[in-house]
């Protein structure tokens, strides 16, 4: 049998191939059956994650089902009981839940729309434009975003007085209109997503400064304003201290003030007032699961486009 040039038999050669072959297909399965359980057990913490999340929203439908012996009894029942048409029925006699819940969603929806047009034409003036005393302006928006609010209730209190609004729903709106942490996000945000060529462009095209606020840069600011407005929105949907110390008309409360009115000083029932608490939640995961979707889709689109 003719030897090789390394002095090897191709039978020699041909043996070597072969335990190759099979020590290179024992490695990748064994590399392929190492990235299969890595994805089952990403999946599998992802879907224990899921779970721990979703945990407190079916204990309050647990709670909010039964009554005030079954939460606190032991061992606590893990199963939803039949009661939970009987005591939302009761919160609808208690309060005036759906007058409260239409104030809430007006003072919500107002109050969000006014917080995304002022705070995202702020900041677009903030990341885009040179102008005198930008810098202090900055610093001073900063400044009072670190100030409690708990130390301008009674000055604001005041001034809502002086303007004769307090009792309604202007004084949750107005002083709401616009906000330092959205001011400072899409700011931030401005800086690193919208291109100064872009604004060159429409420039050139003519465009003045709210041309380009409105067709250049909202497009791009749409993820951004969607986390904001969830932000926003379930801010004011559960506002509770502003509203009970300036809403001093008993009809035209809000939602979060209605509710405290469940909870009894001396005979309190928590299956009353979670029945109450999951009515008024369920309006906001809504929310929430719209403003995701279009805030995920968004995002996913400018991945794509990088």
């Not at 004084?171 to 899409?186: D, K, T, V, Y």
Request: charged share 15%; glycine share 8%; proline share 5%.
């Amino acid at each position: 049998m003719a030897a090789d040039l390394d002095g090897t038999t191709g039978t020699e050669a041909a043996r070597k191939v072969v335990t190759h072959d099979r020590a290179t297909g024992s490695a990748g399965l064994a590399i392929g059956s190492g990235s299969r359980l890595t994805r089952i057990a990403v999946r599998a913490a992802l879907l224990l994650g899921v779970l721990v999340s979703l945990f407190p929203f079916y204990w309050l439908v647990v709670m909010a089902s039964g009554t005030t012996e079954d939460i606190y009894s032991y061992p606590p029942k893990l199963v939803p009981d039949p009661h939970l048409l009987d005591n939302m029925g009761r919160v609808l006699d208690t309060v005036d839940f759906f007058g409260s819940l239409l104030n809430t969603v007006a003072v919500a929806v107002v109050g969000t729309a006014l917080v995304l047009f002022f705070d995202s034409l702020a900041a677009f003036a903030f990341a885009k434009y040179e102008f005198p005393g930008k810098r202090f302006l900055f610093g001073t928006l900063l400044v009072t975003y670190m100030i409690p609010a708990q130390l301008s209730l009674v000055p604001q209190f005041v001034t809502m007085a002086e303007f004769g609004w307090a009792g309604s729903l202007k004084a949750l709106i107005i002083p709401g209109a616009a906000n330092a942490f959205g001011i400072f996000w899409m700011r931030q945000y401005a800086q690193n997503s919208l291109p100064d060529e872009l604004l060159d462009a429409g420039r050139i095209d003519g465009a003045g400064f709210f041309r380009l606020y409105w067709q250049v840069a909202l497009p791009l600011f749409r993820p951004a304003l969607a986390f904001l407005g969830i932000f926003t929105f379930i801010g004011l949907w559960n506002d509770y201290i502003w509203p009970l110390v300036v809403m001093i008309n008993p009809d035209k409360v809000t939602l979060q003030v209605a509710l405290a009115n469940l909870n009894m000083l001396y005979n309190a029932d928590y299956a009353l007032v979670m029945a109450g608490a999951l009515m008024s939640v369920i309006p906001l995961i809504v929310v929430f699961l719209i403003g995701a979707r279009h805030f995920l889709r968004d995002l996913a689109a400018g991945a794509t486009k990088m």
